[in-house]
């Protein structure tokens, strides 16, 4: 099951790698991270950049403006998802992602997001119908020592379990808090 995880992912970054030769978006937030000279400390403009380009900032070109900052992807994933003025493609009141990078997914990701949907009532990659919770799926985030990790609301959390996510989401869903995970 890795192993097809593993080819899922190196599928999608092929399909983006030739969408770099002729996105000419991807050109325009090229010479925008050389314009900055790639530097970490332009991540929220490129980000900026990057979103009124596309619409919306979705896992493959987070992970672009990471390896072209030379960022940890862990932190990209925060500062996107913490900002109310990005967006990950569904944008909720909160915002949980979990990364199905190899080694989360070994460690058991995949019934994490299950446990997601169930609790919340919402299928990975949408928004529940009452805005309270979007939840994105994203390959390496980069904090594989902590596996299984996720984003909430900006904040990476690692070494999760089903009920540490319930622990974490049920504040969420029930009250609307925007409480630290
Ligand atoms: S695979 Fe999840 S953080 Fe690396």
Redesign the pocket.
Known sequence: MAVASKAAEEASQSTFASRLATDARLKTLAATMKRHQYQPDALIEVLHTAQELFGYLDPDLLLHVANSLKLPP?RVYGVATFYHFFSLKPKGEHTCVV???????VKG?ATLVKTVEELAGVKSGETRADGKLSLIQA??????G????LVLDGQVVGKQSPESVVHHLKGWLEHGSHGTP
């Open positions: 862990s990364c199905m990078g190899t080694a989360c997914y990701a390959r390496c985030i980069g904090a594989c902590i596996a299984p990790a």
